[in-house]
Every structure is written in structure tokens, then in C-alpha cells.
């Protein structure tokens, strides 16, 4: 994939890159384990349920509540298909879980960051997300071998 | 049967009025990524008088956030994009101002 050029892109994707392979895979799996019991805090759900509402409308065939939403985050983070690490600016890693929907190139995600649901969303466009998201490193493989 | 993009454009409507709700860079970059989609399918597909015009007043209504973006997704701009973005998908600059949209046009018709 293409890196994009910014360099404190690149300085942060080889940055998670030397931190993921200094891990062992019993460390990984940790980290991997403790995002998928992330949770969202109730205040952001409402917010999250509100502002997302259209986004659910479209591409699942109906707007979520927030005891749905929360429902679907935990659903995702159990039967996820693909899951990237990043390295966020603040040097914390956030991990986004991918499961793809029925319409071709959609998906959904769940990004979480420190044992914390940060945003649930579909994409109609799960390439274009990835194009733009250069520093994002895919351990799917990984993770796959280790919590599965 | 395909999707009509008039719904591309009336989905990305929706996620610009809600934009103020939006706390995380993540679902900014989502909003980006649906007017780049919208972008590369105008290429390829006309659209409908009404729906230019939504499309229209919804970019207008992007770069009236333009202070917010800025205020409250720094770090989007500073050190999460991709420096391979065009200049001609302005949203991906609007922490410089609302000016990027129509900079964006002239170079556009320049070219």
C-alpha cells in the first residue's frame, strides 16, 4: 500500500512496526484481547447513536438506539474479519475491527483506544478508508493465530 | 443495480449537518472519504440538477466548519494526512480555511 508520502506518516507506521514485532505474541494477544472487551462510555454512546444515525439508516436499513449501537460494537469486536493497528500522534495505538456488509466495498468498523470504544461506523468504501489510512498496519494474520 | 449517486450525495448531506456531534478523527475521516467517493463517481456518472445542488449547498455547509475541524481535529490535518492528497479534494485542507474550496475550482479551471 501506498504510504502517502507525509513523513510523519511513514515515521509512524515504522514506528508500530518495530513496537508490534518487539512484542511477544503472548503480549500482542493482550492488547488484541483488551480491545475487544473495550467498551463505549454511556455518554458518548447517546452522542455516537445521534450523530451516526443516517450512516446506520443507509447501509443497515435502519437507525440504531444506543442499547443497539453498543450491541453491534460488541458484535463486531467478537466476529471481526480484519483488524489494524495505528499509531496515533499521541503515541497511544488505536485498533479498528472490520467486518465486511453485504453491499460490495462497505464495511463495518469499530475503533477503539485504550480499552475504550471510541467510534462505530459503516463505510460504503472500505478501500478508500484504507487509502487513507497509510500508517495503519493490518495484523489481522497475527491476530487471527492468537485470540481466535 | 447500482446505487444512484443522488443517495451517495443525500447520505454525505446527512453526515455533514451532524458533524458538530462528531468527537472523534475517525469519523471525520469517514465524511472525507464519502466526498471522495461522491468525487471519483461525478467522473464517471452526471448528476441531476437537484441533487448538484444539494451537493452544493452540503459543501458549502463543510466549509462553514471549517473552524471547528481545525479547532477540534488538529492532529487530523497536522499529522494524519496523507500528503498524496489533490489540492482539487479541498475537504482534506479545510484547516486552512474555507478559502480551499474555491482555490480548488480555479485551479481546476486553470487546468
Known amino acids: ?148 | 443495480m447500482p446505487r444512484d449517486l443522488s443517495a451517495d450525495v443525500d447520505l454525505y448531506a446527512e453526515m455533514v449537518q451532524s458533524l458538530p456531534l462528531y468527537r472523534d478523527r475517525e469519523e471525520v475521516i469517514n465524511l472525507f472519504v464519502m466526498r471522495e467517493f461522491i468525487e471519483k463517481k461525478l467522473d464517471r456518472t452526471p448528476l441531476a440538477g437537484a441533487a448538484i445542488q444539494q451537493l452544493e449547498r452540503a459543501d458549502t455547509a463543510l466549509t462553514l466548519h471549517s473552524t471547528l475541524l481545525r479547532q477540534r481535529f488538529r492532529d487530523l490535518f497536522r499529522s494524519c494526512r496523507p500528503s498524496d492528497v489533490p489540492r482539487s479534494y479541498w475537504w482534506w485542507y479545510l484547516d486552512e480555511g474555507p478559502q480551499v474550496r474555491e482555490q480548488a475550482r480555479a485551479l481546476a479551471q486553470r487546468s
Open chain 1, 1 to 148: 500500500m501506498p504510504i502517502g508520502g507525509g513523513s510523519q506518516l511513514e515515521d509512524r507506521r515504522r514506528r508500530l512496526i518495530e513496537q508490534l514485532q518487539r512484542m511477544s505474541d503472548e503480549q500482542f494477544a493482550a492488547v488484541v484481547r483488551r480491545e475487544q472487551a473495550a467498551r463505549w462510555r454511556a455518554m458518548d454512546l447517546e452522542r455516537h447513536s445521534r450523530a451516526h444515525r443516517r450512516d446506520f439508516l443507509d447501509l443497515l436499513g435502519r437507525a440504531l438506539t444506543p442499547g443497539e449501537l453498543e450491541a453491534l460494537s460488541r458484535e463486531v469486536l467478537h466476529s471481526w474479519e480484519r483488524v489494524f493497528n495505528e499509531l496515533e500522534p499521541s503515541g497511544n495505538v488505536s485498533c479498528v475491527f472490520v467486518r465486511s456488509l453485504p453491499e460490495p466495498g462497505s464495511a463495518m468498523l469499530v475503533v477503539t483506544r485504550g480499552g475504550r470504544i471510541r467510534s462505530t461506523f459503516p463505510t460504503r468504501d472500505f478501500a478508500g478508508w484504507q487509502h487513507r489510512h497509510p500508517a495503519a498496519i493490518e495484523v489481522t494474520d497475527r491476530a487471527k493465530g492468537l485470540v481466535r
